[in-house]
């Protein structure tokens, strides 16, 4: 057991350590690729070639260490699988909470100022629901939620990132430089697949090898995007949602255990 708490955390520091680097790439990009004036990128910039292939060596090499993982029995139980070893997942979850109800609180008193308000409050709604819903899910686990409300509540933040998708796709539809948004993009989907692969624990239908990789990609992903320049409430929302899913990835991979 104390053997999987190493490799959850070796994971773990694996996935915030190429995030931390490729958010400093993102940046730079930022700074250098797109003009200040037009936003437009600059043709057959290296940087961004470079930003691009970290991005996919993450993943590949993520995917490879997940698939490591089939050798170890996964537990397919909500309560099993959720079971946190240590104190910084219900801090995690906590944190969670608070970080996206004040992203989500943010984002619906700056929606005004937006070209699409009633678009963004509906998120802000949504985001707000997953910072309750989320830590009372997993919280469950001590509390013997029953299963109609486990099931209500992993809806929840599936129906945000949704939502989230389409607002971000109506936003920058009209925009030709697709690397000012696809890093956004990606984030949003691969968090998405993450929230909906979780969802399977609490509908009996528990898929442990992809919930482990969309939980850590999405993680991953959320900390590149934070080098954007977006508001300040999807700032939180992101933030928030990379510590929970690479604090989620730590406790799946932690409560596997030896076949046999």
Known sequence: MRNMQK????????????GAF???????????????????????????YIVAVFCVVTA??????VMGLR??????????AFRGRTVFY???YIAFGFLMVAGATWLFIAAGHSEYPTLFRTLALLAAGSGVAVPVLLNGTKNNLDTGAKCLCSVVPVAQFCFWLIVSYKEHAANPTVWVYAIEILA???ALLGFYFLSGYAF???RPLPAIYFCGLGGYMCIVVLADSLTMGRQLMFLATAVLLLLTTVVLVENLEEKG
């Open 7 to 18: 490799k959850a955390w070796k994971i773990c520091v694996f996935l915030f350590v190429m």
């Open 22 to 48: 490729s958010l400093l790439l993102r940046w730079m990009q930022n700074l250098i690729v797109f003009d200040k004036e037009t936003g437009l990128a600059a043709p057959g910039a290296a940087l961004s």
């Open 60 to 65: 590949l090499a993520f995917a490879v260490i």
């Open 71 to 80: 050798k170890y029995k996964a537990p397919r139980e909500f309560e099993s």
């Open 90 to 92: 219900p801090l995690g």
């Open 188 to 190: 949003i989907s691969a």
């Open 204 to 206: 009996g239908r528990a």
